[in-house]
């Protein structure tokens, strides 16, 4: 079952120009809903507002080279490890998420386009498996994140079925996946294989429609806010905070007196501060 096209199956009932439209039609949806988000939330604007701030605040100018290097950085570290997660839990499952939707949606849109119209070959096995183990691994790190991670649980006490409007993206995500699997898992099954499939239009519909009050658009601005912000270190305008002192370093402490004066000379670290304890006290 894993290695074969299960909308090869379904142009028999969808004709492929209907796939193919459905897929940019979707498209153009997280186009449209990214660019009203915009719009909506002024994002571009304060964003480019707050990177002039930080240009003006500079104390040192950043070089072309240098820029170039933060961004091919950018894209290594933030980007494709998802390196600004402190908690390993967490980048794991995030992980697992956004590899896992990548696969699912770039395979999705080259099985329809490239291997439905009657007279294609058929799709190779590892593209096929490509598309099923992308929705695995999309299932795997979402229901990680939803029954074991999510914050809220520990902290504030919500509960596993306490649906709010900032789940809409991951759960959506998660629907899509799972009735993709169950649908093509119980193709020739009849009415219950189109049950599966009428639910994985729906959650891909809800996906892709409302880009404009999900978390969606995160996939597009996250990169850029990491860019800025390794941008502010590198010209050490810092977004207005404080460097990171050394309360060791004499210059630190000529700087500041009172370190010295109420810490003595060498003042103890003073610990781990609110990551002491994870917060469980809900
Ligand atoms: C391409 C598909 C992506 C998917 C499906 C995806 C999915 C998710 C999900 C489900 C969450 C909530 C889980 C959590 O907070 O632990 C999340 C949070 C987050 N994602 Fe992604 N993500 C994608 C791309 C990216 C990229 C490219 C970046 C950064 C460069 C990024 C950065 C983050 C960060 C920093 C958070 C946590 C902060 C927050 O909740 O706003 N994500 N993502």
Redesign the pocket.
């Known amino acids: 079952m894993i290695t074969s096209n299960p909308f090869s199956e379904l142009s028999a009932i969808i004709p492929s120009a209907i796939m193919q439209a459905y897929v940019v039609l979707m498209f153009l949806f997280v186009i449209g809903g990214t660019v009203l988000d915009m719009i909506h939330k002024k994002s571009a604007k304060y964003f480019f507002e707050n990177a002039k701030k930080a240009e003006k605040a500079a104390k040192r100018t950043v070089s072309g080279g240098e820029k170039m290097s933060m961004a091919i950085s950018t894209v290594t570290s933030?980007?494709l490890t998802?390196s600004?997660?402190a908690n390993p839990r967490?980048r794991v499952?995030?992980l697992f998420?956004?590899y896992g939707?990548?696969v699912f949606v770039a395979s999705t849109a080259w099985l329809i386009f490239g291997y439905t119209a009657a007279e294609s070959a058929a799709a190779p096995g590892w593209l096929s498996a490509a598309w099923h183990l992308g929705a695995l691994s999309?299932c795997i790190g979402?229901y990680w994140?939803w029954f074991f991670?999510r914050v809220d649980v520990n902290s504030e006490g919500v509960k596993w079925y306490d649906l709010r409007m900032a789940d809409l993206?991951?759960v959506s995500?998660l629907m899509m996946a799972t009735f993709a699997l169950l649908w093509s898992a119980t193709l020739g099954a009849g009415n219950l294989n189109m049950l599966f499939l009428v639910l994985f239009i729906l959650a891909s519909t809800t996906l892709f429609s409302t880009v404009m009050w999900s978390?969606f658009a995160?996939?597009f601005f996250?990169?850029a806010a990491?860019y800025q912000k390794r941008i502010t270190r590198a010209d050490e305008s810092r977004e207005n905070l404080p460097p990171d002192f050394d309360l060791t370093d004499p210059a630190v402490q000529a700087k500041f007196p009172d370190i010295p004066e109420y810490m003595g000379t060498n003042p103890p670290n003073m610990g781990l501060g609110i990551k002491r304890e994870a917060p469980n006290h809900y």
Request: proline share 4%; aromatic share 16%.
């Open positions: 933030e980007v998802s600004e997660f967490r499952s995030h998420t956004m939707f990548i999309l979402g994140f991670i993206f991951i995500c978390k995160h996939m996250k990169p990491a």
